[in-house]
């Protein structure tokens, strides 16, 4: 999951196994390429998705990937389990074992996830002062009022953590259908926020974080690439 960049000697030194002094005298003599262009600052900042090339070898190749998903009920938010299926089994490719997920849903939840190799990407994401509110649709066993709405606003507290959730929104769309938005994901925050309220959530879906919304023509258990712009503006929003 890590996303960490280091300096270029640093790097050179790890991969090769020489020493700084013979590493001056690559650069010196403009034998090290970063991202196809001839780089001779050993202090240069190498990050994990940049092509470093010494020598016409190459030492590093790796491309960012960003996926959505449309989780199925069933299915674990994991990368690995013992006994259930999980969103990376349901991923093609041979190389799915690098990516992690960018937040979960619950097994009986379905809707957006989102999956990358770029771990300071989908930290930015999950960081409180980054302020990504995710969007789910929920159905309800009892009928909703004003006063959920009420107490969603003013945020619960949850004894067994000693804390309050932030603010939520909440919007009534059926007597027992609403959408939720959340700028946290605590553990089953929804359902116990609702029984809190006495309620109990039937089906809880995910319909988007932040500016990026799930592709409708996802089936479950389907997912695509993002594409560059959905990368880039995901987190722009900051209310729901």
Request: glycine share 8%.
């Amino acid at each position: 999951m890590t996303s960490r960049y280091h300096r270029l000697d640093r790097f050179l030194s790890n991969a090769l196994q020489q020493s700084r002094s013979s590493l001056r005298r690559l650069l010196a003599a403009g034998q090290v390429r970063v991202n196809d262009a001839v780089v001779r600052d050993r202090q240069c900042r190498i990050g994990p998705f940049d092509r470093v090339e010494v020598a016409g070898r190459v030492l590093q190749q790796r491309e960012a990937r960003y996926l959505m998903m449309n989780k199925p009920a069933g299915v674990v938010s994991a990368t690995r389990d013992d006994r259930h299926t999980t969103v990376v089994d349901l991923l093609p490719g041979p190389d799915r074992g690098e990516l992690h997920l960018a937040g979960r849903l619950d097994f009986n939840s379905t809707g957006l996830v989102i999956l990358t190799n770029d771990g300071s990407w989908s930290r930015r994401l999950s960081e409180p002062e980054t302020g990504v509110w995710k969007h789910y649709r929920v159905t309800l066993e009892m009928p909703l009022d004003e006063r959920d709405v009420e107490a969603f606003a003013a945020g619960m507290r949850f004894e067994f953590e000693g804390l309050v959730t932030r603010p939520a929104r909440l919007l009534i769309r059926a007597p027992q259908e609403a959408d939720v938005w959340l700028q946290e994901g605590r553990y089953h925050q929804i359902r116990r926020m609702f029984a809190q309220r006495g309620n109990k959530v039937k089906t809880l879906h995910r319909v988007a974080v932040g500016n990026l919304v799930l592709d409708k023509t996802l089936a479950p258990g389907e997912c695509r690439a993002l594409t560059e712009h959905e990368v880039q503006t995901i987190a722009d929003q900051t209310s729901g």
